[in-house]
């Protein structure tokens, strides 16, 4: 059992015992240090907080790990280009060759730098959305001055509920139904980024995974967060299969193919995302059967040892094709052995997905006038 995942174990565990229980007393003094570090740096920086000179709106989340926010800002990016609003999207790129002198991705022409340079996700935000101008950066600040030199009308701040430095006009939460509030401790101890009453800046929640918990689980997460934030709407959304490419037609930049191309098909599944286990049930929602599975850690770099072990496993239990993640395709760009393959690699692709009520919701949201930035 690795260190993460008995960390987790604990976070989980309501009675801790023994050694256990000396462990989380030891947690539990880091979250103290943690959450006094986060309040003096969030006073430091609203304090200093600048304003750009176009609207802002954050989508970020108050707990540690995926919640999906990559697919929220394609769709309010979407949204915004489709009614003529110029949206560009700001992101820090982790891990990513850009990410401590910041730059331009996309310009909404082209894409001006390699996978490596942009991160993971601005890469294939960039592939989805071409018209989009997308910067990244750890200082936002200077990705907000390039993308206002650039026209853009709206900027869409990726992860931002946490850079206090930047105002913002709305600042969208997202919320995983399956683990709304990070087992109600901050990091270590928990996964809050911050305490719990941060919600109250919210100006809109959205729950995601919303279909994977019980109706009276997601009442619970509504009245409490109408306790932190009240008159904040909550919306629900679903992150559902929306296609599956194959590898070449999506490398092409050609998002084709129906769900019903590959239903039944015997898939074996290659990831290297935070969450295995949700990407082998979208697989299963997207009508594929999987007959084995080769998760990699989160943000993994694929070599093309790792591409022809993957192969060698699909070929042994009979898939009839090989699925990766969005995220994991564009980590693939470079290696051969895709080409090479005797069974072909497809792309499942995920989109976000409201049901209508709040989907009108959402878009009076998003065409009101912004509201006036939080202190």
């Not at 995920?350 to 709040?358: G, K, N, S, V």
Request: charged share 25%; proline share 6%.
């Amino acid at each position: 059992m690795s260190l993460e995942s008995y960390v987790t174990g604990l976070m989980k565990e309501p009675v801790p015992k023994g050694m256990d229980r000396l462990v989380l007393s030891g947690l539990s003094q880091l979250e103290k240090m943690y959450f006094s570090q986060v309040e003096k740096k969030r006073t430091a920086d609203m304090a200093a907080a600048v304003s750009a000179h176009v609207p802002v709106i954050s989508v970020g989340n108050i707990t540690a790990g995926g919640t999906g926010k990559t697919p929220c800002i394609l769709m309010l990016a979407e949204f915004f280009r489709s009614i003529g609003k110029k949206p560009a999207i700001i992101s820090r790129g982790y891990k990513s060759g850009l990410e401590k002198e910041g730059g331009c991705v996309s310009d909404g022409s082209s894409i001006l730098v390699s996978q490596q340079m942009a991160g993971d996700e601005p890469y294939m935000m960039a592939r989805k959305l071409p018209s989009v101008p997308i910067f990244v950066g750890k200082d936002r600040i200077a990705s907000v001055k390039r993308a206002e030199e650039m026209g853009v009308g709206i900027l869409l701040l990726d992860d931002g509920f946490q850079y206090w430095k930047l105002r913002r006009d709305q600042d969208i939460i997202l919320i995983d139904a399956t683990n709304p509030f990070g087992y109600g401790h901050g990091l270590p101890r928990g996964l809050l980024r911050e305490p719990l009453d941060a919600l109250s800046r919210a100006s809109l929640f959205i729950l995601t995974k919303s279909d994977q918990v019980h109706l009276t689980d997601l009442m619970e997460i509504r009245e409490e967060l109408a306790r932190l934030a009240p008159g904040v709407p909550v919306l629900s959304s679903t992150h559902a299969p929306s296609k599956v490419v194959p590898y070449e037609k999506w490398k092409a930049f050609l998002h084709e193919g129906t769900l019903e191309d590959v239903r039944m098909k015997k898939a074996y599944l290659v990831s290297g995302i935070g969450n295995p286990a949700a990407f082998k049930k979208t697989a299963k929602e997207a009508g594929l059967r999987p007959v084995g599975e080769m998760p990699f850690p989160d943000h993994h770099r694929y070599t093309e040892e790792d591409l022809r072990n993957a192969i060698s496993e699909a070929k042994a239990k009979g898939a009839e094709l090989i699925v990766m993640t969005e995220k994991d395709a564009v980590k693939m760009l470079s290696l051969d052995s895709l080409a090479e393959s005797d069974i072909p690699f497809y792309v499942l692709e995920i989109a976000m997905t409201l049901p209508r009520e709040d989907r009108e919701v959402l878009e009076e949201f998003l065409h009101a006038k912004p509201q006036v930035p939080h202190p």
